[in-house]
């Protein structure tokens, strides 16, 4: 049972338009989230969180939105450059304590010149 | 960039042998975790370290044990390799005020 959904594998945006990127849970004690970028033949890199506390996280061209009544996240990405070219990991997790968190499947964003 | 290293990088090995991966960290922080990384699957957790000698399992442990002597070593090993860990193998790390996770740059793992 997968408690962390990206269902789409991947996603094509022109240039400086808006990429929006989706994540689905089923476990409601889920309370903190994360989004990562990864490129091929490196590590994922940290790019924005989230507390249940929140909706909505900003940082720079990053927003990632949670509406917690339909366990559902998203990060925007305005506006997309080619560079944000890369696989987007999103994560959750309960806050107890051990920050063992649950990855989804990933999307690959492909930002178009 | 947070202080982890991994190594080695790349190893290929055969079936059956014993295989050990290691993760750094400067970073003295507590928490330390082992993934792998498959088409299809994401990121799974395999261990996790919450200190010193102690460790527990993760969603996908079985054929794998770890060890933590030290705060900035955390060691995954694989008894006897098989084909179905052939991976990517990631070690993170969570500390200090913050819960977010920061990644080494991965062990590509070939099993023949």
């Known amino acids: 049972d997968q408690q962390v959904k990206q269902n789409s594998p991947s996603l094509s945006v022109q240039e400086g338009r808006i990429s929006i990127l989706n994540c689905d849970y089923t476990?409601?004690?889920?309370?903190?989230f994360l989004w990562y970028k990864k490129y091929p033949a490196e590590g994922p890199t940290f790019l924005i969180s989230?507390?249940?506390?929140?909706d909505k996280n900003e940082d720079g061209r990053f927003t990632v939105f949670l509406n917690k009544s339909a366990k559902h996240l998203s990060l925007h990405i305005v506006p997309s450059q080619p560079g944000d070219s890369a696989v987007y990991f999103c994560?959750?997790?309960?806050?107890?304590?051990?920050?063992?968190?649950?990855f989804g499947t990933g999307t690959r964003l492909k930002v178009l010149a | 960039d947070a202080g982890i290293t991994q190594s080695p990088r790349h190893k290929v090995t055969e079936t059956g042998t014993p295989v050990t991966l290691r993760c750094h960290q400067t970073?003295?922080?507590?928490?330390m975790y082992w993934y792998r990384q498959d088409p299809g699957h994401g990121l799974r957790l395999i261990h996790y370290?919450?200190?010193?000698?102690?460790?527990d399992k993760g969603e996908v442990s079985d054929g794998y044990s770890v060890s933590r002597s030290k705060t900035e070593d955390f060691l995954l090993t694989l008894e006897s390799a098989t084909s179905s860990q052939t991976s990517v193998y990631f070690c993170?790390?969570?500390?200090?005020?913050?819960?977010?996770?920061?990644f080494g740059p991965g062990t590509r793992l070939l099993v023949l």
């Open positions: 989230i507390s249940s506390i929140k």
């Open positions: 370290s919450y200190g010193v000698k102690d460790t």
């Open positions: 970073e003295n922080h507590r928490y």
């Open positions: 993170a790390i969570t500390g200090g005020t913050e819960e977010t996770q920061y």
């Open positions: 994560a959750a997790s309960r806050t107890s304590g051990t920050y063992k968190y649950i």
């Open positions: 476990n409601s004690m889920f309370d903190y």
